[in-house]
């Protein structure tokens, strides 16, 4: 038998590690063009900040649900735990996508500053899959499961199902990125362009939904 506080442990890693992870590469993608704009514009150093700040929240949902797991350590389900930090951790390589928008974002802002809200709304869109996981990490923690089935087995379903449906996000980033450069050169296609990066967030809501299921009936 697996010694409880071990997956307690490994959850937490797997939260704030994988979930660092996709928020240090979006942040990297986005920080790489913000070195070009502030090059170009001094002036743009700000703006540059905001967007490469848009996909290091990821890693801040991991590091919470990390600290929720420590928390909840003698307490909560041994892998209730360990499946939090798999759907926090999974769910937040969204950042990746996020980097890749924010970092188009910014490039079109750099080029004109009316589009810097448009920009932000393309942008923020793969944040989703990550509150997604972040919601399921906090229902497996308080140990929400009404199903007639094994607690253990729920808890892995819930956490595969969101983790890896939140992957949608890096499809959805490059979706916004390229709508972001549509509406720079023509602001009535930002309409389609929303449908269209709007998209790949299906999945993640099914992921959600099967989640929660899961949890309900297992």
């Known amino acids: 038998m697996v010694d409880p506080l071990i997956l307690g442990a490994v959850g937490a890693g797997l939260a704030v590690g994988i979930a660092g992870l996709g928020s240090g590469i979006g942040a990297g993608i986005t920080g ?3 070195a070009g704009v502030v090059a170009e514009d001094p002036n743009k150093f700000g703006t540059a900040i905001v967007f490469q700040a848009l996909p290091q929240t990821q890693g801040l949902y991991g590091f919470l649900v990390a600290i929720l797991i420590l928390f909840v ?3 909560a389900s041994p892998w209730a735990m ?6 926090a951790g999974l769910a937040g390589l969204s950042a990746i996508g996020q980097g890749i928008a924010a970092s188009a974002g910014l490039g079109a802002v750099a080029e004109d500053n009316s589009i810097f809200g448009k920009a932000m709304v393309f ?3 793969p944040e989703t899959q990550a509150i997604y996981g972040l919601l399921i990490a906090i229902l497996l923690l308080v140990g929400v499961f009404s199903g ?5 087995i729920a808890a892995l379903g819930a956490g595969f199902a969101v983790g890896f449906a939140g992957l949608s996000g ?5 979706t916004a990125a390229g709508a972001i450069g549509a509406t720079a050169r023509d602001p009535d296609a930002m309409g389609k362009g929303l449908v269209l990066a709007v998209m790949p967030e299906t999945f993640a809501i099914f992921g959600l939904l099967i989640a929660i299921l899961i949890m309900l009936m297992v």
């Open 32 to 34: 790489a063009s913000g």
């Open 73 to 75: 350590f003698k307490t």
């Open 82 to 87: 360990f499946a939090a930090g798999l759907a």
């Open 123 to 125: 942008s923020v869109l």
């Open 148 to 152: 007639p089935g094994s607690t253990e």
């Open 170 to 174: 890096i499809g959805q980033g490059i």
